[in-house]
């Protein structure tokens, strides 16, 4: 039986068009790639009839080492809070098993016709529960 792949993982062949005039990934770059990352996890979320809108609240990011033209990237994304009308993803990415950089991304569950903050469903709290780092 074939095991199910981890849609908590992905991996990117970092393409010429994020890299900067020195080599390197562009910062903006980073983030591009690890919202990807959640939004491959995202996918899988149980949807309602109701669901909020998700904004990014805020976003941090560390730098280990520049990643470069055709390095392949690892992506792995944990969730590190259950918030009320919030949610904090963590993403590491590794390349040949060294850290490059870890990201923080900070969600906040919104009305989509009011924009005001609501609380996240039931459901889908209940579903992240199993991502916690």
């Given at each position: 039986m074939e095991q199910a792949a981890d849609i908590t993982v992905s991996e990117v062949r970092i393409?010429?068009?994020d890299i900067d005039m020195h080599g390197h990934m562009h910062?903006?770059?980073?983030?591009?790639?690890?919202?990807a990352a959640v939004a491959h996890l995202?996918?899988?979320?149980?949807?309602?009839a109701?669901?909020?809108?998700?904004?990014?609240r805020k976003?941090?990011?560390?730098?280990?080492?520049?990643?470069?033209l055709d390095d392949v990237a690892r992506f792995k994304v944990s969730l590190t809070r259950i918030g009320a009308t919030s949610l904090s993803f963590a993403v590491a990415i590794s390349s040949e098993g060294a850290p490059?950089?870890?990201?923080?991304?900070?969600?906040?569950?919104?009305?989509?016709?009011?924009?005001?903050p609501v609380n996240v469903p039931q459901p889908v709290?209940?579903?992240?529960?199993?991502f916690l780092a």
């Amino acid at each position: 039986m074939e095991q199910a792949a981890d849609i908590t993982v992905s991996e990117v062949r970092i393409p010429f068009r994020d890299i900067d005039m020195h080599g390197h990934m562009h910062n903006a770059a980073y983030y591009a790639h690890a919202e990807a990352a959640v939004a491959h996890l995202w996918r899988h979320r149980p949807e309602g009839a109701n669901d909020p809108v998700y904004f990014v609240r805020k976003s941090g990011c560390t730098f280990h080492h520049g990643l470069r033209l055709d390095d392949v990237a690892r992506f792995k994304v944990s969730l590190t809070r259950i918030g009320a009308t919030s949610l904090s993803f963590a993403v590491a990415i590794s390349s040949e098993g060294a850290p490059a950089a870890d990201l923080e991304i900070v969600w906040v569950a919104v009305d989509p016709a009011s924009r005001q903050p609501v609380n996240v469903p039931q459901p889908v709290r209940d579903w992240l529960k199993s991502f916690l780092a």
